[in-house]
């Protein structure tokens, strides 16, 4: 079947696609039968495979052309072929994103004109210590992928371990398509980047990309910072919309660098050598002494370590055993008898 056999549905300007493309269970289920074959084929043996009716097979194959999750496959005769779901997010999604940031960028501008022709003589007009606000993941994504465009000397990332993982690495993702123009990149990520699956074949197509990794047992929050001139502070929460604020600040930006650079003095490359693995987990048990030494619950250590509970418990467990402790209190002051509560290269508090 080719997009010649489909009726086209016309999106008016302005309009969000979901108004006009509603995805039903006909839909999803034509998806998934075209995943099983590689093309999508004729719809009446689809039809009788899936026990649904043409016609309503026919208007979901359109819905699918129209959210780009088929595509034409010019090398194949035109036959309609299933697009991965994140080719198609950028496909239709992306020009979206990009013309929200822009408006607001032109707000920005504007408001700036404005602010520079009515200020009284003398006046600096440049906004200094000004934040703006943006909601949502598409303005923030939005932000992203254009200031990731005119990125050309340094993109620096941190990335917590703590929040709804998904949606973070949804949010950053447009920031490393500066790898692709060899753009140096300092990301810091949280230990557990070395140890979940997914999580560290992620780190490990960033840091093939050309991007240099350090991880600790800590990271603060999610920020970014576009070559050393303007950074982006990312509020998440487990429930509710995304938030992040711009800064333009000279001074801000580099306080955030130099807390960064500190930050990453004291981290651990990220690779595949057994002394980095060594030096993230003594620097993991550090940082769990240290935490349970200051009488946190369980809830609090592992939201700092950007961990769950439930794996939380497992290495207070673990440490609570290896020092042969009965208590958490017992096990803070072995801990403290066995390595400093702090990283290597650091003072202790009021040394």
Known sequence: MTTAA?????????????DDVRPDDHTAALYRYALRRGELGPLDVAAAELGAPTGALLVAATRLVELRLLTTDTAAGGRLVPTPPEVATDLLVAPVERAIYRRRDLADQLRDSIRAVTAPDGEDTAPHGELDTLTGGAEIR????????????????????????????????????????????????PHRSRTGFATRARAARLAASGAEIRTLSEVPRAAVVFDRSTAVLVDLTEHGEPTARRVRDADVVGF???????????????????????????????????????????????????????????????????????????????????????????PASGA
């Open 6 to 18: 489909l009726p086209r549905i016309g999106l008016a300007p302005g309009v969000d696609p979901s």
């Open 142 to 189: 939005g932000l992203f992928k254009l200031a990731t465009e005119t990125c050309r000397r340094e993109l620096v990332v941190l990335r917590p371990g703590h929040g709804p993982e998904a949606v973070i690495d949804d949010l950053l993702d447009p920031c490393f398509e500066a790898l692709e123009r060899a753009v140096p990149t300092r990301i810091l990520a």
């Open 256 to 346: 955030l660098l130099e807390l960064f650079d500190q930050l990453w003095a004291d981290a651990t490359p990220f690779g595949s050598d057994a002394a980095g693995y060594a030096d993230a987990a003594d620097d993991l048990r550090r940082s769990l002494a240290r935490l349970m030494a200051e009488g946190h619950t369980d809830e609090v250590v592992a939201r700092r370590l950007g961990m769950s509970v439930r794996t939380c418990r497992r290495h207070i467990a673990g440490l609570l055993q290896e020092l042969d402790a009965v208590s958490r209190f017992q096990a803070g002051v072995r801990a403290a008898d066995r390595f400093p509560l702090t990283a290597a290269g650091q």
